[in-house]
């Protein structure tokens, strides 16, 4: 079975997709995370509403993420 | 009884239609889950008012969960 | 005194109806539920809005729901 | 003093009437609750903005519950 | 240091006004509390948009109390 | 470091400014809080939406709190 | 593996954009943080759609938080 912290661990240093409880889009390649899903993104782009932003490093709060798309 | 635990544990490798707090449905091959009800889809199409979207693997948090479908 | 557990008990393999937080009533036999108020429907048939969708076996997260009634 | 749980118990048998988070009104006879607050309404009628309607016997999860009125 | 719990033990049997997360202000004398911050009030008048309601006895969930106000 | 509970600490008894997430802003003197962020505030003024209104002794829940300012 | 709490802890005296649930991000020097995420920033600017304040020192609850931005 893919245990969703191991597919979160495979995805580390990887290009991946977040979507946040306000709607807002995260893409970045995650470097980090713990075991509540507090996760590290680098090279960050936010995506809000169609306006696209550079933020770099960002933390994230697990609490306020919906789902994780890895990019394949 | 049929706890829940025990029909997600069945609905491993079968196709299931999730829905989300936030209104999403989210259709794939569920390939695992935790004690949080995180869940890990493959091949998922997400349906966000009437419009489709093709995502792949998808890791979604428990706690956005409102109801899993499994599919027969 | 009647337990919110016993009466959930007594209901396994009942007709139920159960109020969810987003306003979705489900209607369908309970055939299980766990600490957490997860539970089980067989048959499960979504009321949203006045539109009606049969959804066949569905499970529910606990703290989406809102109210259970026991059909009787 | 008068610990919430002991005017709870108190009420056990009693009309009361149950302010719920989406705004509906539950009134019915409590015949039990837990140490959640969830509770087991019988003769159960719901109050939605102005409109009744009979429900019979109802668990409510306590987590949606808002205040307690015993019917004096 | 004034710990809430013990600003909350002083107002025993003191009126008291408590907002509640909906809007509503509940008024009345409290009889009691426990550690989470359920209460117990007689007496209680409810103000809600300006209208007023005698409610009696009622026992509120801690967790939709924003904040306690005892009348001096 | 500065600890967030010793920045607190050091408030007691000084003037502090609080957001609350229904928006409202409640100044007075810190005078206790306790580890949930539970606080008591005294001679307190409420905002509203511009409307000022005095509230003298408050306690407000911790888990509604947004932010804090001690004013210097 | 970089983990969310150790990228806080090397921005502690550094310069951190943070975005909270209600919308306003506050701009500002970490000088603290604790492990439910509660921060304390220095020299604060709050914006609020567009509108910037001048804040100093600010404690932010952690449950609030949506993702913290270090300012490189």
Redo the contacts between chains.
Sequence with gaps: ????????EKS?DKHVSIK????RI?EGKL????EY????L?G?EEENDGARRR????????????????Q?
């Design positions: 079975m893919a245990m969703p912290q191991n597919i979160l580390v946040l409880k306000d709607g995260m470097t980090g995370y713990d899903m507090n996760m590290v680098e960050t933020l770099g490093t960002v933390i994230l709060r697990g609490n306020n993420v919906v789902s994780i798309t890895p394949s």
